[in-house]
């Protein structure tokens, strides 16, 4: 496959997992960031990229859809407030946590992490 190819495959793929991670993300509050994380591992992975740049592009695309998602829910009706603002500070300090040691661990600790959580998250959904 030429380059030209390969770009606008990249590129299809890039805006039907946008697509899809919009969606699921709207339809479901979660989900769409697994999403991403697949996209572009498919996208970025190569000899200049590694998991943790995948991790961490996924969550800047994850803010504005989370942003969006949060703003249809409120308008709605949907957001109870008195749980927000206890699990807001946390959220928060756990996410800058987390960004700090995303450097400092191997990418494949990194990788077996999500893997783990995304198994997890399905057993205990399917459980309850």
């Known amino acids: ?40 591992e498919k996208v970025l992975r190569d000899s200049t990229h590694d998991a943790r740049d995948v991790f961490a592009n996924a969550l800047a695309v994850m803010l504005p859809i989370s942003a969006m998602s949060t703003v249809s829910y409120a308008i709605s009706g949907g957001l109870p407030e008195g749980n927000i603002s206890r699990f807001l500070l946390p959220a928060v300090l756990g996410g800058l946590l987390g960004a700090f040691l995303l450097d400092r661990i191997s990418t494949r600790s ?13 057993i205990v959904m399917v459980v309850r």
């Open 110 to 122: 990194v990788k077996r992490l999500f893997c783990l959580l995304v198994i997890l998250s399905g």
């Open 1 to 40: 496959m030429n380059s030209q190819a390969k770009l606008a495959s990249k590129r299809r793929l890039l805006l039907l997992g946008g697509l899809a991670a919009g969606f699921l993300n709207g339809l479901l509050g979660a989900g769409g960031g697994i999403v991403i994380v697949w996209i572009l």
